[in-house]
């Protein structure tokens, strides 16, 4: 397998910024063929190589056979900022394309999955049910799913992050719609069932945003998605979202490691 860490030059934000890629085992033997990839996207104060530091994700991403895309936003929650840099639209236009250029990282959407913890996984729900026409699958670890919950929370905070809510969201706080995930899981829902994003969500029953996921699982499964939530002791932590990411990987990629490991003679 294959592990790249630096940066690169992105026009959408005018500057550099940080990247992770991990490719599997077979990349260098045959790297004519497109791989799947999961975009993995990490949380609030994190950065581009936290997975690979803190989890097992190279391991998981050998054994599936798929590549790891792991950018870097700042703390921007994935969001064209209202006074800031557009992170959503280097995310979902950008990157996959260069990603395809560099590493010949699948472009078919049925190859192309997203998932993130924390502010990455209402990150990865954003971009899964904002782009169903890029990613065929979306999945967030203990996510901040009710922006609308986070931005009253916000709006009595202390004053950094008081001003930093602003700088994404607006002066005013006002939440767009495509900014809401319960707005877009509606919006989504309407397109033809085949067009529909797979949708995963898991959430530790200690979690201090263990209602965020709940108010979300509750909206979701009164609606067409193939969706999957899961639920067990935790908190806020690596050790959870590692077992996670493992979920998520069976979850978009069924059968896949028990077949490699077949066609490898294990």
């Known amino acids: 397998m294959a592990f790249f860490k630096g940066s690169i030059r992105s026009q959408t934000l005018g500057m550099d910024t940080g990247l992770t ?18 975009y993995l996207l990490h949380g609030h104060g994190e950065n581009a190589d936290v997975w690979t530091r803190m989890t097992s994700a190279e391991r998981y991403a050998n054994a599936y056979g798929v590549a790891l895309v792991m950018p870097e936003v700042e703390r921007s929650f994935y969001t064209d900022m209202a006074m800031g840099l557009s992170y959503f639209t ?77 700088a994404i969201f607006g002066e005013d706080l006002v939440i767009k719609p495509e900014d809401n ?16 994003p797979k949708v995963m969500v898991t959430c530790g029953t200690e979690d201090f945003l263990y209602s965020h996921n709940t108010h979300f699982r509750d909206t979701i499964q009164a609606l067409p998605y193939e969706f999957t939530y899961r639920e067990w002791p935790g908190t806020h932590e690596w050790g959870f979202w590692d077992r996670s990411l493992q979920y998520a990987l069976e979850f978009f990629f069924p059968g896949r490691r028990e077949a490699l490991r077949s066609a490898e003679g294990r």
């Open 21 to 38: 890629v991990v490719l599997p085992f077979d990349r260098a033997a045959v790297p004519e063929t497109e791989c799947p990839a999961i």
């Open 90 to 166: 280097y995310v979902t236009e950008e990157l996959p394309a260069a990603c395809q250029r560099l590493f010949h990282i699948s472009s078919r959407r049925e190859n192309r999955f997203v998932a993130g913890l924390s502010m990455g996984g209402y990150g990865a729900l954003k971009l899964g049910l904002r782009r169903p026409d890029l990613f065929a699958g979306c999945a967030g670890f203990s996510g901040c799913l009710d922006i609308e919950a986070l931005r009253a929370t916000l709006a009595q905070a202390d004053p950094g992050l008081l001003g930093e809510a602003k």
């Open 181 to 196: 995930l319960f707005y877009l899981v509606e919006k989504t829902a309407l397109l033809p069932k085949a067009q529909l």
